[in-house]
């Protein structure tokens, strides 16, 4: 089974064409967290525009582009420039598949991904790809986040550290206690009320949009912590 890791991706640069916002943002969050430079497109016209300035090293394609679809997009990309290809569908027929590949994808997955196939994907890509960014020397781990005071203390990897709120550390602690294990919303409300029932839903995601914000200026970093689609949120520490 794959090995989830921070930073394994370091230094590759990798683009995410992909039109449903929610998905694109899922995955370019999921790959910068694993040390991909990323970028996000909406269509085949986006990124043909940005090839003309910049360059990446693999092109995670969805199929279902409008306007020209995937297919096209691989067919003209292998046909011009030295780019890994990772082409994602909604269908999982073979004859797609086999369609894929022959014009010229190097993977070819069912959406959503299981990210930690696609990051082995994109890693195996960056060892067979002449013109990739090679991998970084290994260092040594990095300090951790992690919660101190009777958890009422958020301490960053930079020693930074922040006061939490009594409906944040409620938060934290359920995140910190299945890190890297996603927790769904119904899981983290139960942490935060006696009556769940009463809770919005939306209410969670502001906490945890405001938590971030809060992090993010007290530490100078961003705090991993991860929405997983149709599921809940995931600490990664």
Not at 138 to 143: C, D, F, L, S, T
Not at 148 to 168: Q, R, S
Not at 202 to 224: F, I, N, Q
Request: contains cysteine; hydrophobic residues 45%.
């Amino acid at each position: 089974m794959p090995m989830t890791r921070a930073g394994e991706l370091a230094g590759l640069q990798v683009w995410v064409v992909e039109d449903d916002p929610e998905l694109r943002a899922l995955l370019l969050d999921d790959l910068a967290w694993r040390g991909a430079t990323v970028r996000g497109l909406g269509s085949a016209e986006a990124l043909y525009r940005a090839l003309l300035s910049d360059r990446c090293d693999i092109v995670v394609l969805d199929v279902g582009l409008p306007g020209e679809d995937g297919y096209a997009v691989a067919s003209h990309l292998r046909a011009s420039a030295s780019i890994g290809i990772v082409m994602l569908t909604g269908r999982g027929d073979a004859r797609d598949m086999a369609l894929g590949l022959n014009q010229g994808a190097d993977l070819y997955l069912v959406k959503p991904p299981d990210m930690d196939v696609l990051a082995a994907g994109l890693h195996s890509l960056r060892r067979r790809l002449p013109t990739a960014s090679p991998a970084p020397a290994i260092a040594a781990p990095a300090p951790r986040w992690r919660l101190a005071d009777d958890d009422w203390t958020l301490h960053a990897p930079t020693a930074a550290t922040l006061a939490l709120t009594v409906m944040e550390r409620g938060v934290l602690q359920r995140l910190f206690e299945a890190a890297g294990a996603a927790v769904t919303r119904e899981q983290l409300i139960a942490n935060l009320t006696d009556a769940p029932w009463d809770f919005d839903p939306h209410r969670l995601d502001v906490l945890v949009h405001r938590l971030r914000t809060r992090v993010r200026s007290a530490t100078g970093v961003e705090l991993p912590i991860r929405a997983l689609r149709g599921q809940g949120y995931l600490l990664t520490v």
